[in-house]
């Protein structure tokens, strides 16, 4: 047994540590913005059906190019796109890496705009891409003026723009991608992991006559799918190929093919829960303001809560009531994921008692 310090680790990549938010078991989890009305049985045995087919296939390496699923990826997106402009991996996570590996690069430089998905700049990191990051404006908003200048002066080859962004919420204009895209000439990715849950219309309308927009999608939120991990991405296939280039052969397992496709299958059944949590999220804006917090508009199915005098001695005590959210790390706020009816009168409730 040794430890890291007396390995030859990659220097830069001396005293970091993994990222993910604690995993604590307790009843009601509010804090990674999974889908918590979870999946019905009729749902759980089309997905079983699906695998079970693909499983008497195990012998062979799965579709490398996975061309029924993009297909039904790009059925369900709509907008006309094709199979050919769509790409998956296992997360979107991965999507993002197998982007910066393919236009990332220590030649190149990302920006984003913070506070944002805490992954980006441990993506550029993985894949020695140097990374900026350039503060939000007033209320975390991004209007088109502030990323005209920003992006123009800073001249990256990579700029992300996370819409609606985590984690605070904050909505992103269709005006706004216009101005970023036109403002630079590499490659602008606009990650609508939360998307489902907006009201605005998503970038994939802009996506025609821009070769270098790229939009990435998860099953992970609205989809109530993160354990199986699929992510996705529609772009010009030129995009694709690039990530063609970079991904692992065979990287989509023939299980994770078979349980996407019989997620899309079912999509109408698995998304119906996605005016409900919207309706929670507002339940838990008008609930923590009656509270004299003060909680940030959102397009997402989570809310950032600001006014906290002391928020970690708060994310310690509804633990101890039971509820995980998160402290994202910005000063006076919690981020709290909207769930079922029952989890946000719980949360109200167990908040009103910790505050008084
Ligand atoms: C949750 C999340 C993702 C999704 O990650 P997966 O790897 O698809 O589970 C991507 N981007 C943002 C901003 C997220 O919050």
Redesign the pocket.
């Known amino acids: 047994m040794t430890n890291l310090e007396n390995l030859p680790l990659r220097p830069d990549l001396a005293g970091q540590v993994p990222y993910g938010a604690p995993q604590i078991d307790v009843p009601i989890r509010l804090n ?2 999974e889908n918590t009305h979870g999946i019905s049985e009729q749902v759980a045995l089309r997905i079983v059906e699906r695998i079970a087919e693909a499983a008497l296939t195990l012998n062979r390496y799965p579709d490398r190019e996975f061309m029924e699923l993009r297909g039904m990826l790009a059925e369900f997106l709509g907008e006309g796109l094709t199979p050919e402009q769509i790409w998956a991996a296992n ?4 999507v ?1 890496q197998q982007f910066f590996q393919a236009f990332g690069g220590p030649e190149a430089t990302a920006l984003s705009f913070d506070p ?2 805490s ?1 980006y700049p441990n993506i550029s990191r993985n894949t020695l891409t140097p990374y900026v990051s350039v503060p939000r404006e007033e209320g975390f908003v991004l209007t088109p003026d502030f990323v005209r200048t920003e992006i123009s002066k800073r001249k990256p080859s990579i700029v992300i723009l ?1 819409g609606p962004n ?1 984690p605070t919420g904050t909505a992103l204009s269709l005006e706004t991608v216009e101005a970023a895209y036109e403002s630079f000439d590499g490659m602008l990715l606009i ?1 609508e ?2 998307q489902e849950f907006a009201d605005g219309p998503s970038a994939l309308t802009l996506l025609s006559d821009r070769p270098r927009l790229v939009i ?1 999608r ?4 609205a989809f109530a799918f ?1 354990g199986a ?3 996705y991405m529609a772009a010009d296939p030129a995009v694709v190929d690039a990530m063609r280039i970079v991904r692992l052969p065979y990287h989509l397992s023939a299980l994770t093919q078979a349980a996407a496709m019989a997620a899309l299958e079912t999509s109408a059944e698995l998304l119906r829960s996605v005016d409900q949590i919207k309706v929670q999220r507002e339940r838990i804006i008008a609930g923590v303001r009656k509270l004299g917090l003060s909680p940030y508009p959102s397009e997402a199915n989570f809310v950032l809560v600001d006014g906290f005098e002391n928020p970690k001695e708060i994310f310690e005590e509804l633990i101890g009531k039971g509820i995980i959210v998160r402290d994202v790390g910005i000063p006076g706020c919690l981020r709290i994921t909207a769930g079922t009816e029952a989890e946000t009168t719980r949360l109200l409730g167990e908040l009103a008692l910790l505050l008084d």
């Open positions: 990674v913005n997360g979107s996570n991965e993002l944002t998905y992954m996370c985590n990650d992991a939360y990435s998860t099953m992970s939120k993160a991990r699929v992510g």
